[in-house]
């Protein structure tokens, strides 16, 4: 039974996590953020962090469950607002 509580945080996580990829995918693109090859490594690194996130997640929660969806919450904060930031850096 623990397994599968485990199983299921990670699928949600990862289901919250890939949404919110998508549509910061779509916000770098219509920035043109992807020609910007000063980004590749920022985007390269969110990437990674990313499909490593739900599983990080779903061990952490079964010890502190609000720990895991404070973080939640905040990855997706960042991945979102990251294209706008960076855009405006970029210039």
Do not use: C, E, K
């Not at 397994?3 to 995918?25: H, M, N, P, S």
């Not at 996130?53 to 904060?77: D, W």
């Amino acid at each position: 039974m623990r397994f599968a509580v485990f199983i299921v945080r990670f699928l949600i996580y990862a289901i919250v996590l890939g949404a919110t990829y998508g549509i910061a995918q779509a916000l770098w693109a219509a920035r043109n953020l992807d020609s910007n090859s000063d980004l590749n490594y920022v985007h390269a690194t969110g990437v990674t962090v990313l499909m490593i996130a739900p599983l990080v997640l779903a061990i952490v929660a079964a010890i502190a469950r609000p720990l895991a969806i404070f973080v939640l919450f905040f990855l997706v904060g960042a991945v979102l607002t990251a294209p706008f930031a960076l855009a405006r850096f970029a210039g």
